[in-house]
């Protein structure tokens, strides 16, 4: 059976559940949104390994070249326990598209949490992952996986939306004709991410060496997560924009092209979002019948009522 929304993993204490070391929940608007396009599954790593509500502080400390999870009021070491547990939780999930984890947490933050040079709080410190965010990155590195912080920014979150969604199409596929077809429906986005992962994608697929489809896909997935790993460059867009603009140039009045282009500097310019030229060229599709360029996902690349302009500008 097709599966009708995405699978994400998220922290429960992102409005599910009061489980935060304070007792306290932080509601997120955006994961409160995404919920109406995807499955959630909770979880709360700290509550998972046996710690109360509320509970003393835990931190990462550096001792002996190893990151350890440290709770210094008690001075109980918790490295195993959250690693058994991370190890545990992961491997019992069904099939996952995603991961939205709490920031700057000792087991969930996925970047710039804190850990300390030792035991002692005073000795300074370095930036890493949280125990189980780390677990979660070796265990799922082509997934989509942000903090709920970092997602107030709207590129970052329109890269992990587009992510998100290009994957867990991806998972539907179930013969080598579904995968043609997805490669030819993701062409101008590959495009946009990037044309040497596109050529990688389509050898793959033109399948010279008679792989068998479980290791095409395998090969595939590995290559999609390369094209996916980074956002686009604003550039690439432009440049993959200009070849959707060429099946329709020839139709345009001069003032329509210009107009088109003029568009297309001021995008450049950052002056407008992208989703101006992508209603424009939509428009184009519409009018003049073209059901290949329709069915591009870089006209859609998640549903729109994800799409929201808000930034916070925040990247950390």
Request: net charge positive.
């Amino acid at each position: 059976m097709i599966n009708s929304k995405p699978t994400v993993i998220v922290s429960k204490c992102l409005g599910f559940a009061k489980c935060r070391y304070n007792g306290d929940t932080i509601p997120d608007k955006f994961v409160k949104e995404l919920g109406n396009y995807v499955n959630y599954i909770t979880v709360c790593p700290e509550v998972g390994i046996g710690l109360p509500i509320p509970r003393e502080t835990i931190r990462l400390v550096l001792e002996d070249d190893e990151i350890k999870l440290f709770q210094p009021s008690t001075g109980r070491e918790l490295t195993k326990d959250m690693l058994k547990f991370s190890e545990e939780f992961l491997s019992k999930l069904p099939e996952i598209d995603g991961f939205i984890l709490k920031g700057r947490s000792p087991s969930c933050g996925t970047k710039n949490v804190k850990i300390y040079l030792g035991k002692e709080k005073a000795v300074g410190s370095i930036k890493g992952s949280g125990l189980f965010a780390r677990t979660v990155k070796d265990k799922f590195p082509s997934k989509a996986i942000e903090e709920e912080g970092r997602l107030t920014n709207f590129k970052i979150r329109e890269h992990f939306l587009t992510k998100l969604f290009t994957f867990f199409s991806l998972r539907q596929i179930k013969t080598l004709a579904d995968l043609v077809k997805f490669q030819s429906d993701n062409k101008y986005l590959l495009m946009a991410y990037n044309q040497k992962e596109q050529k990688v994608l389509g050898r793959i697929i033109a399948n010279h060496d008679k792989k068998d489809f479980k290791n095409i896909m395998k090969e595939y997935e590995e290559h999609l997560a390369l094209a996916f790993a980074r956002a686009p460059r604003y550039t690439s867009i432009i440049n993959a924009l200009q070849h959707i603009f060429g099946y329709f140039s020839d139709k345009l009045s001069p003032k329509e092209r210009a107009f088109f282009l003029e568009t297309l500097e001021s995008y450049r310019e950052n002056k407008i979002p992208l989703s101006v030229l992508i209603h424009l060229l939509k428009s184009y599709a519409i009018e003049y019948q073209q059901e290949y360029i329709l069915r591009q996902t870089i006209l859609s690349p998640y549903p729109e009522g994800l799409v929201n302009l808000r930034d916070s500008g925040n990247v950390n």
